[in-house]
């Protein structure tokens, strides 16, 4: 017996779950994309590619300022329907990537919505890492069970 349990022991150690830990975030724009943008994730390192991709998004208001020795700037475009809106909820570091979990929030049962194309953007900034980024998108419920963050 005193040999069994170490050997269930060793063999439940084979099945733990991959390490993550969340991250601490700060949403700097959220909305939709002006003109065309390629879906995706993208990373800004520097003020440089923070201004770019700031313009790029066309997104509203000066450029923040980011403390790049410390943090990098995330951002992510997706969806495509004006109604519906997406909300990053938490950054978690896994063991090869870091990921953006945002949710999708569709609008209230019985709202009228014109389907136009228009692509969501986040853009938040994180600890720096130099792990590759992806966002997981999870189908939420309409805004009425909605939390605010």
Known sequence: MRRLIPALLLAFAWVA??????????????????GQAQAGQSEARDAKALAE????????????KVNFKQRMVVSWVGGGSA???Y????????DDHVALEINRVRPP??????MIFSPSVIVASIPQVSLPIQANVSGGG????????
Do not use: N, Y
């Open 53 to 64: 991709t700031w313009s790029k998004l066309g997104l509203k208001g000066p450029v923040p």
């Open 109 to 114: 049962a019985g709202r009228m919505c014109i």
């Open 142 to 149: 309409s805004t009425a069970g909605e939390t605010a963050r």
């Open 83 to 85: 109604c519906d809106k």
């Open 17 to 34: 779950p991959a390490w993550a830990a969340d991250l601490p975030f700060k949403v700097l724009s959220t909305g939709h994309v002006k």
């Open 87 to 94: 909300v990053l909820t938490h950054v978690r570091q896994e």
